[in-house]
């Protein structure tokens, strides 16, 4: 009976796998984000329940993969277990040994996904208003108070922005810094920078 649960997982696991392989399912079916920032406001118990999952990793890592690393788990510890210890002291009450075998597996399966947490990570979210204090580069024949474009460099690849004086003017090539950012618009204001980057 201890074996039993396991068991079970892994044969949900094989099936769903095989119906992947023939293609009558998708492989991130039951795939989702935990996204706790986004349920902010959620009752402490919700917020609480966000935590735990992001801490076992779970929407970290797709789903289906930690689900398939768990069910391998559980299934090898309770087999593990009940050949060399539970059935030589079987305890009656099964349930226990069940509960055992499930908390064992499940913080197992945290320390083997942690490395594919890494592995799956999203990159950051940016928002436009995160380039306020940054240095670029006029790529348009002038920037003025009405019109202009500039070039900023980010890790990735440089950004070409929608940029306006806040006073004065900038040629092609000169260096200005973004102060300010208008949503409605989307449009960068910038001030020369007093010393290129």
Known sequence: MPVLPSTLLMALIVAYGALVVVGAL????LDFDVDIDAEADVSAVFSAGFVALKFLNIGEVPLMVWLCIYGLVWWGISQALWLFWDQTSLDP????????NVAVSVMLTKFFTDPLAKVFAKPARSHPTDLVGRQCEI?????????GQAKCQTEASPLLLDV???EGELSKGEH???VDYDPQSKIYYVVAASDPP
Do not use: G, H, P, W
Not at 26 to 29: M, T, Y
Not at 93 to 100: A, F
């Open 26 to 29: 998708d492989f991130d079916l």
């Open 93 to 100: 009450n099964t349930t226990l040994l069940v509960v055992r």
């Open 139 to 147: 790529t348009t024949y002038q920037a003025t108070e009405e019109f």
């Open 164 to 166: 306006k004086m806040s």
């Open 176 to 178: 200005a810094v973004i």
